[in-house]
Structure formats: C-alpha cells, structure tokens
C-alpha cells in the first residue's frame, strides 16, 4: 500500500501499474498527477479478520467473482489519507479521506496487489 502513495507522488504511472491488477492498466486507470501537490497516508489498516463482510462482497459481487481468487488470497485495508493538489482539477478535491483498498494475490508465492478501491 505504501508504494502505491510513493508512486503517487512521484507521478510514476509505470509503478503505480506494477502494484496494481492487470485490470487496472487502461489508459484512464491513473490520473491526476498532473497537480498532484501530495498524498499521504494517514493511517492505514488491515481489516480483513475484524470485518469479514468486506472480503465475502467482493468475492460475491465484487471482481472476486469474475477473477477466481480463493478466500485465502484477499486482504481488505482501510486507509485514511490526505491529498492535496496544486490547483482544483484533480479526480477529487484536496482534503482527507477514508477509502478501501482490497489487495489479491495468485498464490502464497505471489505478490499482493490492488484489485480494486472504494469508499
């Protein structure tokens, strides 16, 4: 999750693809780098045990259940961040919010990666 905001910051499209599912690399898969000022975690946390309805939704209705993914390799975090552009033309206004992340893997081999967000 950490490098995802680290190549945020560093308007680094080709990292930030390279945490991220192949279902995210579309030409409008990341944006606002342009007056991108920073983001910055606020706090970030694992809530994959304490709310367990997070992981069943994405693997019943959510794209766990077009990709296949076992139970076992979903994690839910929630993040608290702050985001601040240099002007007011980004995907979202300059502020703090709450998102979740759901990160997925192949197999216990695998690195983890965004397979999707939403608040």
């Known amino acids: 999750m950490e490098m995802y905001f680290d190549y945020y910051n560093k308007h680094d499209k080709e990292g930030l693809l390279s945490v991220m599912t192949e279902h995210h690399n579309s030409p409008n898969a990341v944006w606002g780098f342009d007056d991108l000022e920073y983001m910055k975690i606020i706090e970030l946390e694992d809530v994959t045990n304490s709310i367990r309805e997070y992981v069943d939704d994405y693997l019943t209705t959510g794209r766990g ?17 702050e985001v601040k552009y240099r002007e007011e033309t980004g995907p979202q206004n300059s502020g703090k919010y709450k998102m979740k992340y759901i990160l997925i893997r192949q197999d216990e081999r695998s690195p983890w990666l965004i397979d999707d967000r939403g608040y």
């Open 65 to 81: 259940s077009i990709n296949g993914v076992k139970k076992e390799n979903v994690r839910v975090f929630t993040c608290f961040y």
